[in-house]
């Protein structure tokens, strides 16, 4: 208690920001049991996509986005992609050697500025760890999903948990409740990227 200048400091730097990354997890990949979310990639009727090779993949991104406007007349707005399959897809180049997506001092073919994390296809492009190698959700996720949030993020600390006053230990839970909801499944679009060979 001391310390709790810096305490305070944790938990506002590094505590609210592991928060955020379990959440992105849970609205990602919970599978609805327990106290756990039923996640995009869980819900039945949720639409699919492949790739036929790692060259179709953004092909096959732009393919979802079409599905969600055929199949609900929403626009695909936001697309979630692992790292590893965005920087294949930012590293890709043509004949010439050249990136698609620009190069690492300019934008596309030497023309405008370089953006971090540029969208793809000019949909919000969130870059995240825990969307699973090899599988990227489009969808129109503004319209077609809500998350909801009761009472904010709560911390709460104490020395009585198991034996932390003997061991003169603080623990601190920090914790959020969270809702999905998923008023249109179709609007989104689960997308098999191609695997390299």
């Given at each position: 208690?001391?310390?709790?200048?810096?305490?305070?400091?944790?938990?506002?730097?590094?505590?609210?920001?592991?928060?955020?990354?379990?959440?992105?997890?849970?609205?990602?990949?919970?599978?609805?049991?327990?106290?756990?979310?039923?996640?995009?990639?869980n819900r039945s009727g949720v639409q699919t996509e492949t790739s036929a090779a790692p060259e179709d993949d953004a092909d096959a991104l732009f393919r979802a986005m079409t599905k969600v406007q055929t199949a609900t007349g929403l626009s695909?707005?936001?697309?979630?992609?692992?790292?590893?399959?965005?920087?294949?897809?930012?590293?890709?180049?043509?004949?010439?050697?050249?990136?698609?997506?620009?190069?690492?001092?300019?934008?596309?073919?030497?023309?405008?500025?370089?953006?971090?994390?540029?969208?793809?296809?000019?949909?919000?492009?969130?870059?995240?760890?825990?969307?699973?190698?090899?599988?990227?959700?489009?969808?129109?996720?503004?319209?077609?999903?809500?998350?909801?949030?009761?009472?904010?993020?709560?911390?709460?600390?104490?020395?009585?948990?198991?034996?932390?006053?003997?061991?003169?230990?603080?623990?601190?839970?920090?914790?959020?409740?969270?809702?999905?909801?998923?008023?249109?499944?179709?609007?989104?679009?689960?997308?098999?990227?191609?695997?390299?060979?």
């Amino acid at each position: 208690a001391e310390d709790l200048d810096f305490w305070v400091s944790e938990i506002n730097q590094r505590g609210l920001y592991l928060l955020s990354l379990a959440e992105e997890n849970q609205l990602l990949n919970g599978n609805g049991t327990g106290n756990n979310v039923l996640g995009l990639r869980n819900r039945s009727g949720v639409q699919t996509e492949t790739s036929a090779a790692p060259e179709d993949d953004a092909d096959a991104l732009f393919r979802a986005m079409t599905k969600v406007q055929t199949a609900t007349g929403l626009s695909a707005d936001s697309i979630v992609i692992n790292p590893a399959d965005y920087q294949k897809l930012r590293l890709s180049k043509d004949a010439n050697g050249q990136y698609f997506g620009g190069g690492f001092f300019a934008g596309q073919y030497g023309n405008g500025g370089i953006t971090e994390q540029s969208p793809l296809w000019g949909a919000r492009t969130v870059v995240s760890a825990a969307a699973p190698v090899g599988e990227a959700l489009v969808g129109a996720l503004s319209t077609a999903t809500t998350v909801y949030r009761k009472g904010g993020v709560r911390v709460e600390s104490t020395n009585s948990h198991v034996d932390d006053f003997t061991n003169n230990l603080i623990t601190t839970r920090i914790e959020e409740r969270v809702a999905l909801a998923v008023r249109i499944p179709a609007a989104i679009v689960k997308v098999t990227l191609g695997a390299d060979e």
